[in-house]
């Protein structure tokens, strides 16, 4: 069973910086393994931020940036705003039988 | 403008199989795009369930491969999901996920609103 692992909560000022990271059970992660990052804010519907480890889409800010870090999938958020309080998850892409996994998320707190 | 709606009953019973279907609009399923499934118990993480590409190819979580299915009607504009033997932990909100790229590399870009299943008795 291969597990996808993210930090259960982080607590950023606003302005600051802050990454989060996506680690997978297998190993490395790899642009192979091409990241996607997305928000949730509460009682909403997910929003796609990043994919392919570091591209953006259309409507994400620049302030959130996709990168690999030490083995992991990291999404970075610099000069954080109260809005980008929400729930994060990373998937990544196993191929072969395990192909798409989630990770359990990050809840970040700007306070 | 890129939609997708899902549709199915909000209860279901135990043992009972749930279909939902996903309309979509704004695209079409042709060559690099997929559609998928994905869905969230309430105050739980997201879960990948499955997805079907533009040639039909069908891929499936490994712990629920048996118990699903996926299909499309591309003229419909349509995607199902079947999964059988629906138990009360599979209570979750299913979405539907329009994923354009070619196979590993989908952005999960749009995504429907969503849509309540209760399994009880």
């Known amino acids: 069973q291969t597990v996808v692992t993210q930090e259960p909560s982080l607590t950023v000022s606003p302005g600051g910086t802050v990454t989060l990271t996506c680690a997978s059970s297998?190993?490395?992660?790899?642009?192979?393994?091409?990241p996607n990052w997305f928000q949730q804010k509460p009682g909403q519907t997910p929003r796609a931020l990043i994919y392919?480890?570091?591209n953006r889409h259309s409507w994400t800010p620049a302030r959130f940036t996709g990168s690999l870090l030490g083995g992991k999938a990291a999404l970075t958020l610099s000069g954080v705003q109260p809005e980008d309080e929400a729930d994060y998850y990373c998937?990544?892409?196993?191929?072969?039988?395990?192909?798409?996994?989630f990770g359990g998320g990050t809840k970040l707190t700007v306070l | 403008q890129i939609t997708l709606k899902e549709s199915g009953p909000t209860l279901v019973k135990p043992t009972q199989t749930l279909t939902l279907t996903c309309t979509f609009s704004?695209?079409?399923?042709?060559?690099?795009?997929?559609v998928g499934w994905i869905r969230q118990p309430p105050g739980k993480a997201l879960e990948w369930l499955a997805l079907?590409?533009?040639?039909?190819?069908?891929r499936y979580s490994p712990a629920l491969k048996s118990r699903l299915t996926i299909t499309k009607n591309t003229s419909k504009s349509q995607v199902v999901l079947t999964m059988t033997n629906m138990d009360p932990v599979d209570t979750a909100t299913y979405f539907c996920?329009?994923?354009?790229?070619?196979?590993?590399?989908?952005?999960?870009?749009?995504w429907g609103q969503g849509t309540l299943v209760t399994v009880s008795s």
């Open positions: 996920v329009y994923s354009p790229g070619y196979y590993g590399s989908g952005s999960w870009k749009h």
């Open positions: 704004g695209f079409s399923l042709t060559t690099g795009v997929g």
């Open positions: 079907i590409f533009w040639d039909a190819d069908q």
């Open positions: 297998t190993g490395a992660v790899t642009s192979g393994f091409s």
């Open positions: 392919s480890t570091s």
């Open positions: 998937l990544l892409y196993y191929g072969g039988a395990q192909n798409w996994v």
